[in-house]
C-alpha cells in the first residue's frame, strides 16, 4: 500500500447523486471540478447530468480534464440521469459500471448523497476490506453531512466487526 505522499492521483471516480439537496453548501462542494482541472485529475463518474454530480463534468472538461461516464443501459433513459455530454460508456449492468469505474480510477469520492451513492463507496470500501485494491477513499463531509455515517463506522471498529491492517 503506498503512502498519502507516494501516491499521485491521475484518476478520481466522483459518486453522487441526480438530485441537488436542500442545502447550498451542497451544490457548492460540486465545485470540485475546480479542483480536478487545476490538477490535470481526470474524472471518471456514473453518467448523466442532474443534481449534484451534473455539473462537474462539463466544467471540468472545460478546464482541460478528461471525463468519462459509465451508464449502465437501465439508466441509458435520460429522464433518469440527464444526458451525459462527455464521453459515455455503455455497459450492460450495474455491477458492470462498478467494475469499469473501479478499473478507471485511482481514487473514489462521495459528494453527500443518497442511497445509489453509499451503495457505491460501500462496494469500494469493502474490497479495500478485502484487499482486493489499496486506493484512496473519501467522504466529501459538506455540512456535517456523513457524521452519522462515520459514526456507525467507528461502532462498527469499537465493536471488532471491522478492523484496519497496512
Not at 12 to 18: Q, T
Not at 90 to 102: C, G, I, P, Y
Not at 108 to 134: C, D, K, N, R, V
Request: with cysteine.
Amino acid at each position: 500500500m503506498t503512502g498519502p505522499s507516494s501516491h499521485h492521483i491521475r484518476n478520481i471516480c466522483v459518486f453522487g447523486g441526480s438530485s441537488l439537496g436542500k442545502e447550498k453548501e451542497f451544490l457548492e462542494s460540486a465545485y470540485l471540478d475546480q479542483v480536478l482541472a487545476g490538477k490535470k485529475i481526470h474524472l471518471v463518474y456514473g453518467g448523466g447530468s442532474l443534481g449534484l454530480i451534473g455539473g462537474i463534468p462539463i466544467i471540468a472538461f472545460l478546464r482541460g480534464s478528461q471525463v468519462l461516464g459509465v451508464v449502465p443501459k437501465a439508466l441509458a433513459i435520460e429522464d433518469i440521469i440527464g444526458k451525459t455530454i462527455i464521453e459515455e460508456l455503455h455497459v450492460s449492468t450495474m455491477s458492470d459500471r462498478m467494475n469499469t469505474m473501479f478499473n478507471h480510477a485511482d481514487t473514489f469520492i462521495a459528494l453527500p448523497s443518497s442511497m445509489g451513492t453509499l451503495e457505491e463507496i460501500f462496494y469500494i470500501f469493502s474490497w479495500a476490506q478485502l484487499h482486493i485494491h489499496h486506493k484512496f477513499i473519501g467522504l466529501l463531509n459538506v455540512n456535517d453531512f456523513y457524521d452519522n455515517l462515520l459514526s456507525f463506522l467507528n461502532q462498527v471498529v469499537e465493536q471488532q466487526f471491522l478492523t484496519f491492517s497496512a
